[in-house]
């Protein structure tokens, strides 16, 4: 935060020292935003190419170990288990683990209680710090059998193919490819109090743009990438000689997808989707937004400090997801702010904005590019995402902002804290029978 405040309070009495100084820095500035939007517009053309036929079915397939790390997830319970066992795999290669907190006693007892099939296993890890998801899976990974592993969260649907899909792909490529990320979609089936159609639509649009588009773009560019907290699919192996994730790190997936890259490896992508509900409320999506980006600078700091394994092909996919993604959120309120004062002035002096154009015209090009590609994302998808959401996104985007300064906040004062994100099923109120299905219904219907 004081890095930050800085660097602002810098750059504003250069203004006025050193104007020559403040104008090479404003120019540097606008040409990264040029940067970013020709690097969105690459992905968007990198992604669109079609999409390969399924590998063939291996010989023979190898054993799989499941992973869903929980914390407080009693209620959710039921619905997770009735989807991990409509998974389309054979029974007897598969090898699942509920990892559960010692202290998480309500979750325990939910478990034991539950019917689940004879794979799924109830792992309860011994107390200890830090008391995070990375350290979860790490105590699941010393145990597990399988020759690949997937994780879950407590609130996924996967599509029951997925695990096939997967096992096939690493059947037929080369043992570099280690990890296959698969896309994660946004959906609700049904409006209740956690609901917030403006978070929730515009949620799943910011998924899309990133599952749909810029990962598989830079799978196809033989890039690393930041993975997702849940559904990639690791050799064991491999990810064994990583020595798993980091449990430190609030964003553990984020920093392996870079890891995996610096040991020569690379990631790929899959095409059938895992169904998540949003956050919902802002009550509930602050505290992921914060931890997200307090993740991403964790993950920056860490691997800035050697060069090793990198190479500039590394940086730059580095730079233009987690950096893009922490300066985008840090100036997009001030952009929005910027923009709303400047025709505020211009509105209250009855004359036309002194705003440079160059500037303005910079701006205005980032924010076009950035709802052109959510908006193909969202379609690819089959997310709703209408022109009303493109003019809304701006204010979407200044929350960003909000949670930028939470995150940075949150990074000198806990850095390693979890913030936890509640998970409800995702069912019909009881409070009336004729509340009808939001629009993440049809899209998640036509998406499967």
């Known amino acids: 935060m004081a890095a930050f405040l800085t660097f602002i309070v810098g750059l504003v009495a250069s203004t006025a020292v050193w104007p020559s100084v403040s104008a090479a820095i404003l120019i540097l500035m606008q040409l990264g935003f040029l940067i970013i939007v020709g690097w969105r517009l690459l992905t968007v053309i990198a992604s669109q190419r079609p999409v390969a036929p399924p590998p063939p079915a291996p010989r023979a397939w190898p054993r799989y170990s499941v992973i869903v790390a929980l914390h407080d997830e009693a209620p959710i319970l039921p619905h997770l288990v009735e989807r991990l066992a409509g998974l389309d ?20 007892d939910a478990a034991r209680a539950l019917d689940r099939p004879d794979w799924l296993h109830i792992l309860v890890i011994p107390p200890g710090v830090p008391t995070t998801k990375p350290r979860a899976l790490n105590h699941a990974l010393a145990v597990a059998r399988g020759d690949i592993l997937t994780v879950y969260d407590a609130e996924d649907d996967p599509d029951p193919l997925q695990l096939q899909e997967a096992a096939a792909r690493f059947a037929v490529e080369d043992e570099d490819l280690v990890c296959l990320q698969a896309p994660l979609r946004i959906r609700r089936l049904h409006k209740g109090r956690e609901a917030s159609p403006f978070l929730d639509r515009h949620f799943a649009a910011e998924y899309a743009a990133l599952f749909e588009i810029t990962l598989p773009a830079m799978a196809r560019m033989r890039l690393p990438f930041p993975l997702g907290g849940t559904s990639n699919h690791f050799r064991v ?52 937004r914060t931890r997200w980006l307090k993740g991403y600078m964790q993950t920056l700091s860490v691997h ?61 090009t980032g924010a076009a590019a950035a709802v052109l590609t959510t908006a193909i994302g969202a379609r690819r998808a089959n997310t709703p995402f209408s022109v009303w959401d493109w003019i809304a996104a701006p204010a979407y985007w200044s929350l960003l902002s909000l949670a930028f300064v939470h995150a940075l906040i949150r990074l000198i004062v806990e850095p390693h804290r979890w913030d936890k994100t509640p998970h409800r099923p995702d069912v019909a109120p009881e409070v009336s029978l004729s509340i009808g299905k939001s629009d993440f219904a049809d899209a998640g219907r036509a998406a499967a």
């Open 237 to 288: 192996s491999a990810l064994r000689a990583l020595g798993g994730w980091d449990a430190w790190n609030v964003t553990e997936d984020a920093d392996l997808g870079f890891r995996i890259w610096r040991r020569g490896w690379r990631l790929g992508v899959l095409s059938r989707p895992t169904f998540e509900t949003p956050p919902g409320r802002l009550v509930h999506w602050l505290p992921q």
């Open 304 to 364: 800035t400090r050697s060069a090793s394994g990198m190479g500039w092909r590394g940086w730059s996919a580095m730079t233009l997801t987690l950096g893009a993604a922490v300066a985008s959120a840090a100036l997009h309120a001030m952009s929005v702010a910027w923009i709303g004062l400047s025709l505020l002035i211009a509105l209250l002096a009855r004359q036309a904005p002194q705003t440079p154009w160059l500037g303005l015209g910079v701006l205005l």
């Open 89 to 108: 795999y054979p029974t007897s290669l598969l090898d699942g683990y509920l990892v559960l907190e010692a202290h998480d006693q309500a979750t325990i």
